[in-house]
């Protein structure tokens, strides 16, 4: 298969975002890889109360270990931005609101437009395989069998961000265990593929809130003692859960190049195999399986599996499935090798834990990274290699300290795999993205620009100015970039809201010392025309003609991302201050957006759902016996009000 015909069916990765423990983002990510931190730590006590149910013994009912991988802030979302009101929030699984924010971030970070996309065949593939946040609300009794929990069944994970975005394509949950993100990135591939798709977010998530499953692994023995993933070293004893959401955005590789998206890496090909009854019981790895996806993976993305320069295995840390997948590995891609250029193979497991069903992505995104710095980081916990590995006969190395891809005079070539319980195995085959030409030095030509952000708050937008500053400063990641494409990319690939901000300058320092408000008005009388009509355009919510201001020949380039104003929600802790205020309390709790008495109830969030959920409360809360055919009746906010105050007057006058 030739350069052309690949590219015609390749896939590219234009955006990814993360919530790992100990990384926020890719970024942070790629410190804690880099610098060989294992991110893993004691199990909090907003998930189970872990010293009740520790034990070194595997009794019934016990768990092994103490330690896994925790995302920070789990319960913080900001659910005002989507439009969600305080009680809707409280009752969302956090594996949905995170997704969202992650989905958010993704399409930031890929330059895509929500509202440029809304209504589009843009499709959703999310992998998961746990519905923790359900399962804890139906064992408080029948009572917690609310209405409410429709919207936290797994179904939804999918349709939540097609839902928010709007996107009319396929929206799906994948579930083959802990190959589900892979397969999900298999699924979009193919979408993009057949045209069913024209962009798609593939994404994995997994929030450990219950035991259970670490006990069940207790008892099957495949939960490492000291919550570490020690990926092919002798001492390997299980794998270590962990949280993780993981979204990245892919487009057909033409499409991306002729919109001029930033390319961070290519999707060749991918494969998906099953077991079938190669092995003596369905829960156990079969060799044929790993090395028929290997194959059929290579073989679809038109590459040698002897051209792989890395690996980032699916590396439990399983004592059978490591010298298996190592072996696998060998056997494939090493036939044809040359003795002195062995694979590299790694696994992100070691450092931040088995994130299960979004495992997948975790190593998705590591691989994208690997390529994007041309190095590949040490695998942790390997001390002693497991002597079941036919190490000198496999040209496979697990590098120890960071490692230089080496240089072939072509894209350097990486393969993600994963495999379920489910017997389902996965891999995906990714190449380096093709070198941007040559792009003029950052620094200006004195010519001036305007720079247009928003925020959906006026604290947001505080809090993006701010960023922005430090993004232009001398040590800011935006120093590298011409101010031309940055002002370019500010105005068009990035959605604005309600509250904005516009200042000009000719230099980096003018426009961050403008975005301070250290250099007095952005605009004087040398300002042009053109630029300070759109400044006042933008300021009062227009939308300039942004290819009169800027041309058509920039350069997206990375941006601030979206400043979270976030809070906790978490069922139990909500605050009531204004409990002895019954209104004040169903429009706080309840409403999505700013209201007035005008406002329909349909148009700031009280829907029919919701309005089934306040029957219940107001009865629970008040004592008040309310009619729901009088309830359905409402329209409006200042109806609510009027109603409410005569039950409130009826109830007194009853007393």
């Known amino acids: 298969m030739n350069r052309w015909d690949v590219d ?41 109360d872990v010293d009740a149910l520790y034990s070194p013994q595997a009794g019934l009912g016990t768990i092994a270990s103490r330690r896994a991988g925790y995302v920070d802030q789990m319960a913080e979302f900001d659910a005002e931005f989507f439009e969600m009101s305080a009680t809707e929030a409280v009752e969302l699984d956090p594996q949905q609101r995170l997704l969202l924010m992650t989905a958010w971030e993704a399409l930031e970070d890929a330059g895509q437009r929500p509202d440029q996309l809304a209504g589009s065949r843009a499709g959703v593939f999310v992998g998961n395989a746990r519905a923790d946040f359900l399962e804890i609300q139906l064992r408080q009794g029948l009572e917690g069998a609310t209405a409410s929990q429709l919207r936290n069944f797994r179904s939804l994970l999918a349709a939540r961000l097609s839902y928010a975005f709007d996107f009319r394509g396929p929206s799906i949950v994948l579930d083959t265990a802990c190959s589900s993100s892979l397969t999900a990135v298999h699924s979009a591939v193919q979408s993009l593929r057949a045209g069913e798709s024209r962009l ?232 380096q993205a093709d070198p941007l ?39 800011g990641q935006g120093a590298a970039f011409r101010l031309r494409d940055i002002c370019h990319s500010a105005a068009i690939r ?65 941006l601030p991302g979206y400043p979270w104003q976030t809070k906790r929600y978490w069922p139990g802790e909500e605050q009531h201050e204004d409990d002895d205020d019954l209104i004040a309390w169903v429009l706080r709790e309840h409403a999505r957006v700013p209201f007035d008495d005008d406002s329909t109830l349909d148009a700031i969030g009280i829907d029919s759902l919701a309005k089934l959920r306040l029957i219940v409360q107001l009865s629970k809360r008040s004592g008040i016996e309310v009619d729901p055919e009088d309830f359905g009746r409402l329209r409006t906010v200042g109806a609510l009000r009027e109603w409410i105050h005569a039950l409130q007057a009826a109830e007194a006058v009853a007393r």
């Open 8 to 48: 015609a069916r390749s896939v590219a990765v234009i955006g990814m975002a993360c919530r790992f423990p100990g990384a926020s983002g890719p970024d942070e990510l790629w410190d804690v890889l880099r610098d060989a931190v294992d991110v893993t730590s004691e199990t909090p006590p907003d998930r189970y």
């Open 200 to 431: 798609a977010l593939a994404a994995g998530v997994n929030l450990a809130l219950r035991p259970d499953e670490g006990i069940v692994m207790t008892q099957a023995g495949g939960l490492a003692a000291d919550g570490r993933s020690k990926f092919g070293d002798a001492s390997a004893d299980g794998h270590a859960p962990s949280d993780a959401v993981g979204v990245v955005v892919l487009k057909p590789l033409t499409a991306a190049l002729a919109d001029g998206d930033r390319i961070r890496a290519v999707i060749q090909g991918s494969a998906v195999s099953n077991d079938g009854r190669t092995s003596d019981s369905v829960l156990n790895p079969s060799m044929t399986g790993q090395i028929e996806a290997l194959r059929w993976a290579y073989e679809d993305a038109g590459v040698d599996p002897a051209d792989v320069d890395f690996v980032e295995a699916h590396g439990s840390g399983s004592p059978a499935l490591d010298p298996l997948e190592i072996s696998a590995l060998g056997q494939v891609l090493g036939e044809g090798r040359p003795s002195d250029r062995p694979l590299l193979v790694g696994s992100v497991k070691t450092n931040i834990g088995h994130a299960e069903a979004a495992g997948g992505i975790a190593g998705l995104i590591k691989a994208v990274l690997c390529l994007e710095h041309s190095q590949v980081p040490p695998s942790l916990h390997l001390d002693t290699p497991h002597p079941d590995v036919p190490w000198d006969r496999l040209p496979v190395v697990v590098p120890a300290t960071l490692t230089d891809l080496p240089d072939r005079g072509r894209p350097a070539i990486a393969g993600i795999s994963g495999q379920g319980s489910s017997a389902l195995n996965a891999h995906v085959v990714i190449r």
């Open 437 to 475: 030409p040559a792009d003029p030095a950052a620094a200006g030509n004195g010519t001036p620009y305007v720079l247009a952000i928003s925020a959906r708050t006026p604290a947001a937008l505080d809090a993006l100015a701010r960023a922005y500053a430090a993004y232009l400063g001398p040590d």
């Open 494 to 558: 990035r959605q604005h809201h309600q509250h904005r901000l516009a200042v000009i300058g000719a230099t980096h320092q003018e426009l961050a010392a403008a975005l301070n408000g250290t250099a007095g008005a952005s605009e004087s009388e040398a300002t042009p025309a053109v630029l300070a009509g759109a400044a006042a355009t933008y300021r009062k919510g227009g939308t300039p003609d942004w290819d009169e201001v800027f041309g058509k020949h920039s350069r997206f380039v990375p």
